[in-house]
């Protein structure tokens, strides 16, 4: 607890300064001792953007950029709908979705936004074919949700054999991963420990851009950014060869004042990684 503390009232303020003064307000030993230290840390960004009320447990979002922001992961977060599926006749389960399971559909697209581009953007491909993004399915029962997965998947269009994605990075959930490798109708399972999750599950990036898509912004991202200055969670990572490797933070103690640079005793602090 004392190192906790600590690591608080030194390390944070430096790595986050936006959020210095309101930091220095807060008396860590009198939260620590009430709350423990990992609902602490939550519960300084867990005010929901609409009404302000307070939500245990939860990060909205209004938190650092570095810091996971949604629940944690109990399925699909953050759907992409393609505009197809909703102009079918396919009734009964639209109703089941959005009347009997109160699915919302966050942001609405279709329009122009499949054919008015460049070619050059970084919005994934199968968001330009949807009718609504960023829809909270991971209330719906298990087999719904991988019944909407498979039904979705039906209505993509791409010349790519590989995993296309499925999911919207804005309202995405914490460790929200890509479907089962082996078996791509399959949701990455919620209870996998995250070691198993980054080996058996498409990734986060994958999930949101597709296999192809993924890989050709992990190459611009490490040609571009190469000591991989920007960060934040869950964003595109710099390429690596193996999939299943993975970019590890600096390993050196302490703290540096540019927010970029993250010791291991910070990503510790805040459950990214595993102590």
């Known amino acids: 607890m004392d190192v906790w503390v600590s690591n ?6 430096t790595l986050l300064p936006d959020y210095a003064d309101f930091i220095s307000q807060v008396n860590a030993s009198d939260m620590a001792s009430l709350d423990g230290p990992i609902d602490t840390i939550i519960g300084f960004w867990n005010t929901d953007a609409g009404t302000g009320e307070y939500v245990p447990g939860q990060l909205l979002d209004d938190g650092p950029s570095v810091l996971p922001q949604k629940w944690p992961y109990q399925g699909w977060g953050s759907s992409q709908i ?14 089941e979705v959005f009347v009997t399971n109160s699915a919302s559909c966050e942001h609405l697209t279709g329009g122009n936004v ?9 919005i994934p491909e199968i968001q330009r074919q ?31 054999k590989n995993f296309l994605g499925m999911s ?25 420990p995250t070691e198993e999750k980054e080996k058996q599950c498409y990734s986060t990036q994958q999930a949101v851009w597709g296999v192809d898509f993924a ?22 990572q710099p390429y690596v060869e193996s999939p299943s490797s993975l970019v590890s933070p600096p390993s050196e103690p302490g703290c540096d004042r540019q927010g970029w640079i993250f010791s291991c005793t910070f990503l510790c602090f805040f459950g990214l990684i595993d102590c």
């Open 8 to 13: 608080f009232e030194s390390c944070l303020p």
């Open 215 to 236: 890989e050709k912004l992990s190459k611009i991202k490490s040609a571009v950014d190469p000591n991989h200055l920007f960060y934040c969670f869950g964003c595109i």
């Open 130 to 160: 949807t009718g609504c993004s960023s829809a909270a399915l991971s209330l719906l029962p298990w087999d719904t949700q991988e019944k909407l997965l498979n039904k979705f998947s039906s209505y993509w269009e791409s010349d790519s």
């Open 168 to 192: 919207e990075y804005n309202h995405i959930t914490v460790d929200e991963y890509g479907p089962l490798k082996a078996d791509p109708t399959k949701l990455c399972p919620f209870d996998l």
């Open 114 to 122: 499949g054919k008015t581009h460049d070619q050059m953007a970084a």
């Open 82 to 95: 393609p505009l197809k599926w909703l102009q079918s006749d396919d009734d009964e389960l639209l109703s």
